[in-house]
């Protein structure tokens, strides 16, 4: 029984650690000057350089001059503090009417232009990968259909290209609106799904204060009150057919800055003026940190919406902080999306929000830890009951039968380990208290002991109570779990009292050990593999056990870290957007 729940226990953590492919993307745009040195690329699996752009007269790619010299090398600096990063080129089409793009994609010479120059650049400075920037649904299904034709010519190309190059396809990758239809038309939707490795939401920049005279929170993960939302534009992407697989989820690092027409009118939705602090009210969460102060109690969080406020005078600034942040990047991986990605890099303040975007309780390996602190020990309680169960049980069999002399004596050591106050009725403190004084084995049910097998038990018992010590930390690993139990030579620690006993640690620990270990030498010095388990004469275990002590099939945890970094690397990314006409969005 112990076994068996012990192992199952084992079982736990490969149940959770799904293998994950986990996208974290961000754009590092040329226009923001922050020092591609300075990008912490560790914090991303994808980085993508903005923005290429398309050529008006030949509709081949576009460089700015000032950009190709960054192009080069932005890859190889990425790469110097992430070797396994992906990055892509995204290509920006949002002039306020699409004009150039749907002239490229209405004709097939235009289309070929722009497809072998994207390609052939992405080569050129070593992108793994291009990404078509915001491009919205047009009413004029005409334009959309050859929209489509555009997508299938690319991923034809691109396919082609990587046969005859013998390398690895280029990702392609569409930045998308947050909604997939205007009226009555929508994206190519069959298109996207066989041409694209994903589609990245632009999650934000839903009211602008150049747009909107009403305070409003332009990423809003939800709305009571309309259905400009994060989460009404992701079902209507999977409504609409786009698997949320195929989805990566927009996060902004920029906020929005209204005036208040009367500042105290001051919550979501409040009356404004306009934008406040830049021409256009874009600000980012960098500047909203180091200049506006906003921080401590003035910093408001409405979990209606999902996002952070705050409130200078009659400055009004709508923008998402660490816990908004943590909060969409758990709903990503509530709906099965494919990861997030940040616009833009350079907004950051001190990567503070990139950092909280790892640290969403969704996460499977926050659930590892999880499971570790909380559900470990609360198993081992249930073994313990059970086998404090089956030992009274077995008790009133035997006092039944009237077997006075073992009676006798355990009733003794039963009055003496009870007398303290708090152990009543706690099996953990029972078998805490009685394998202290060498006597584990009373615990047990008798008819499981035999010489050889006593050890073995005693053993279980030892690492069951390490398991519901009182400090999480005091508590054995999974590995080091599986190293115990397989590994019967392995030292293990002595247990300290357990949790949840109402009685206070201080007055013991320590030695005591030692009459257990001499039971296990007289009975089990001539076995095989358990001689010398318990009888070491290092005791002072170390506190944890080093890796090279693990059995070669518990090492799969970074085993399938390695894995995972190997799979995200060959998928990979797609695009930022700011809502305005230019690029040029958050300072
Ligand atoms: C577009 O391409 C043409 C032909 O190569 C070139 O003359 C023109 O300068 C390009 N446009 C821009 C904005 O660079
Ligand atoms: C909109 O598209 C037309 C061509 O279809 C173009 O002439 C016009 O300049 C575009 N407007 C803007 C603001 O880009
Ligand atoms: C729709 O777009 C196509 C191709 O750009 C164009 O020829 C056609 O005139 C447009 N239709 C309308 C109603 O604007
Ligand atoms: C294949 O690659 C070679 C150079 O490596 C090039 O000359 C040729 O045009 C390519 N063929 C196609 C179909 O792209
Ligand atoms: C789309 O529909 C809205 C109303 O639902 C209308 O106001 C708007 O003019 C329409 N847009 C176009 C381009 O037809
Ligand atoms: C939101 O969209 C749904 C349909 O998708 C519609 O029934 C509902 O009325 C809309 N709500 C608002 C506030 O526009
Ligand atoms: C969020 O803001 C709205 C509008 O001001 C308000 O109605 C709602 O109660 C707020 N939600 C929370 C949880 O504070
Ligand atoms: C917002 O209000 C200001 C002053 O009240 C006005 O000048 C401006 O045009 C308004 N903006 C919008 C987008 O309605
Ligand atoms: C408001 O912002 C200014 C900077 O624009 C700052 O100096 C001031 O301390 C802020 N006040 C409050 C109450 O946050």
């Known amino acids: 029984m112990l076994f068996t729940i012990v192992s199952l226990l084992l079982f736990l953590p490969s149940l959770t650690s799904s293998s994950e492919t986990w996208i974290k993307a961000g754009y590092w745009y040329s226009g923001s000057q922050f020092p591609v040195p300075d990008i912490d690329s560790t914090l991303f699996t994808h980085l993508t350089f903005g923005f290429a752009y398309i050529n008006t007269s030949t509709y081949e790619l576009l460089i700015a001059p000032s950009d190709e010299p960054y192009m080069f090398t932005f890859t190889d600096i990425v790469r110097q503090k992430n070797p396994s990063i992906t990055t892509l080129l995204s290509i920006w089409t949002g002039d306020s009417n699409f004009s150039t793009f749907f002239s490229m994609a209405t004709k097939p010479s235009h289309r070929t232009s722009f497809i072998e120059s994207s390609i052939q650049r992405a080569r050129l400075y070593g992108f793994h990968g291009l990404e078509l920037c915001c491009v919205k649904p047009d009413t004029n299904t005409t334009k959309m259909e050859n929209m489509g034709i555009l997508f299938d010519d690319w991923r034809t190309a691109v396919d082609r290209e990587s046969k005859n190059s013998t390398r690895s396809p280029l990702l392609l990758t569409l930045a998308s609106h947050y909604l997939p239809s205007k009226n009555s038309t929508s994206y190519p939707m069959e298109s996207l799904r066989r041409n694209f490795d994903w589609v990245h939401i632009l999650?934000?920049?839903?009211?602008?204060?150049?747009?909107?005279?009403?305070?409003?929170?332009?990423?809003?993960?939800?709305?009571?009150?309309?259905?400009?939302?994060?989460?009404y534009g992701i079902k209507e992407w999977i409504s609409r057919g786009l698997p949320a697989e195929k989805m990566v989820l927009g996060l902004s690092y920029h906020g929005c800055v209204w005036t208040l027409a009367d500042p105290t009118a001051n919550e979501i939705g409040s009356p404004a003026t306009g934008p406040a602090v830049t021409p256009d009210g874009l600000i980012s969460y960098k500047f909203i940190k180091s200049y506006m102060l906003c921080d401590g109690e003035k910093v408001l969080h409405n979990s209606t919406y999902v996002t952070n406020y705050c409130i200078n005078g009659s400055v009004w600034i709508g923008y998402d902080d660490t816990e908004a942040i943590r909060t969409k990047v758990s709903y990503a991986r509530e709906k099965g999306l494919l990861g997030y990605k940040v616009w833009q890099v350079?907004?950051?303040?001190?990567?503070?929000?990139?950092?909280?975007?790892?640290?969403?309780?969704?996460?499977?390996?926050?659930?590892?830890?999880?499971?570790?602190?909380?559900?470990?020990?609360?198993?081992a309680t249930v073994t313990l009951v059970l086998v404090s169960a089956m030992w009274y049980l077995h008790k009133r069999a035997r006092r039944n039968k009237g077997w006075m002399d073992n009676e006798k004596e355990s009733q003794s050591l039963f009055r003496t380990t009870m007398a303290s106050p708090g152990n009543a009725n706690d099996p953990n403190l029972q078998a805490y208290d009685l394998w202290k004084c060498g006597k584990g084995m009373e615990f047990m049910d008798p008819s499981l002991d035999d010489t050889y097998l006593s050890c073995k038990l005693m053993r279980c018992m030892q690492i069951a109570l390490l398991c519901v010590q009182e400090n999480p930390a005091d508590r054995p690993s999974m590995l080091e779990l599986s190293s115990m139990l397989k590994n019967e030579t392995a030292a293990m620690n002595t247990p300290k009292r357990p949790a949840f006993s109402t009685r206070r640690d201080e007055d013991e620990v320590q030695e005591s050990t030692i009459s257990q270990q001499e039971i296990c030498r007289s009975s089990t010095e001539d076995r095989e593999g358990l001689a010398g388990v318990v009888a070491r004469e290092d005791r002072k275990a170390p506190e944890y056990f080093s890796l090279e002590d693990l059995p070669e099939n518990s090492g799969d945890e970074s085993g399938s870290n390695r894995t995972d970094e190997a799979v995200s690397r060959t998928k990979s990314e797609e695009v930022p957007e700011t809502g305005s006409s230019s690029p040029a969005v958050a300072v």
């Not at 920049?205 to 939800?222: I, V």
């Open 203 to 231: 999650a934000y920049n839903y009211h602008l204060p150049t747009m909107e005279n009403f305070t409003g929170a332009h990423s809003a993960l939800y709305d009571p009150s309309s259905n400009v939302s994060t989460d």
């Open 346 to 379: 350079a907004n950051d303040d001190n990567w503070v929000l990139s950092k909280a975007a790892q640290e969403d309780e969704k996460d499977p390996r926050n659930k590892r830890q999880l499971l570790l602190v909380i559900l470990l020990p609360t198993a």
